[in-house]
């Protein structure tokens, strides 16, 4: 049991991990090409695909691989969100 319940912890932390630094790569990586980012709005997901549609419309790329990473990403978090959450409560010393 106790296996079990690290492999849903590390599950969550590295989903959460993932999601959060490609995120943050992604943010660099469209800066670093030009790419006008309002650094206000980079918290939201759905901007950050929008610009990296944009560039990839200018050079007549697929955006689909980087859709489907952060679908996957997302989906991975939501999933272990709950795992992460319950198998966490009370681990913090209040009780």
Not at 37 to 45: N, P
Not at 52 to 66: D, I, M, N, W
């Amino acid at each position: 049991m106790q296996a079990l319940r690290i492999v849903l912890l590390l599950w969550f932390a590295f989903s959460v991990a993932n999601a959060v630094i490609g995120h943050f790569t992604l943010v660099v990586w469209l800066y670093s090409h030009g790419v006008k980012v309002r650094f206000s709005r980079t918290y939201s997901a759905g901007y950050v695909l929008n610009r990296y549609r944009y560039l990839c419309e200018l050079q007549g790329k697929s955006v689909k691989p980087v859709e489907i990473y952060i679908i996957l990403s997302v989906v991975s978090v939501i999933l272990s969100s709950p795992f992460g959450i319950l198998l966490t409560q009370g681990t913090t010393g209040h009780h």
